[in-house]
């Protein structure tokens, strides 16, 4: 971790008072920043609040909302809830897989550009099948709109 960094993750935990009871709160902002929480910062953290690593990979690991792996650019989540499998959401998943080069076992592209994620709701029922990218809501999916939109994110990269 550069000097650049270390500064960057002591604002994250002075805006916490590094307060070692609002780890979680710190852990979000440090995802926040990187989209993932990378292993060297989580040491930084253990050491300036006093903790022992093995209670941060802890709850780290124990809240599904945080990620100990790299994520890319963009994080497509695909819903495969009741009105999403209906409506034909597997289909949409492959081509996403096609169109991106992931799979179910390799969940970033080899570009970086790209992670897929399965989940089982975004809440969206209404508007089935969907897909999250970042924190943008992707409705009526089909295959050729799925493929579009990959063609698309990979224009503005």
Same mark, same amino acid.
């Given at each position: 971790?550069?000097?650049?960094?270390?500064?960057?993750? =002591?604002?994250?935990?002075?805006?916490?008072?590094?307060?070692?009871?609002?780890?979680?709160?710190?852990? +979000?902002?440090? +995802? &926040?920043?990187?989209?993932?929480?990378?292993? =060297?910062?989580?040491?930084?953290?253990?050491?300036?609040? #006093?903790?022992?690593? $093995?209670?941060?990979? !802890?709850?780290?690991?124990?809240? *599904?909302?945080? $990620?100990?792996?790299?994520? !890319?650019?963009?994080?497509?989540? @695909?819903?495969? *809830?009741?009105?999403?499998? @209906?409506?034909? $959401? !597997?289909?949409?998943? +492959?081509?996403?897989?096609?169109?991106?080069?992931?799979?179910? +076992?390799?969940?970033?592209?080899?570009? !970086?550009?790209?992670?897929?994620?399965?989940?089982?709701?975004? #809440?969206?029922? *209404?508007? $089935?099948? @969907?897909?999250?990218?970042?924190?943008?809501?992707?409705?009526?999916?089909?295959? &050729?709109?799925?493929?579009?939109?990959?063609? &698309?994110?990979?224009?503005?990269?």
């Amino acid at each position: 971790m550069d000097n650049a960094e270390r500064k960057a993750i =002591d604002a994250i935990l002075d805006a916490h008072d590094r307060d070692a009871t609002k780890i979680i709160a710190i852990m +979000q902002d440090v +995802q &926040e920043r990187y989209r993932y929480l990378p292993k =060297d910062v989580l040491t930084y953290i253990a050491a300036e609040l #006093g903790m022992s690593e $093995s209670k941060l990979y !802890g709850v780290a690991t124990f809240y *599904g909302n945080f $990620s100990l792996d790299a994520k !890319g650019k963009y994080v497509m989540k @695909v819903c495969r *809830g009741t009105a999403c499998h @209906v409506r034909k $959401s !597997g289909n949409v998943l +492959q081509a996403l897989y096609d169109a991106t080069g992931t799979d179910e +076992q390799k969940a970033t592209s080899d570009d !970086g550009l790209f992670t897929l994620e399965i989940v089982s709701c975004l #809440g969206a029922c *209404g508007l $089935s099948p @969907v897909v999250m990218v970042n924190d943008v809501v992707h409705a009526a999916m089909t295959p &050729e709109k799925a493929r579009a939109l990959v063609a &698309e994110l990979r224009e503005e990269a």
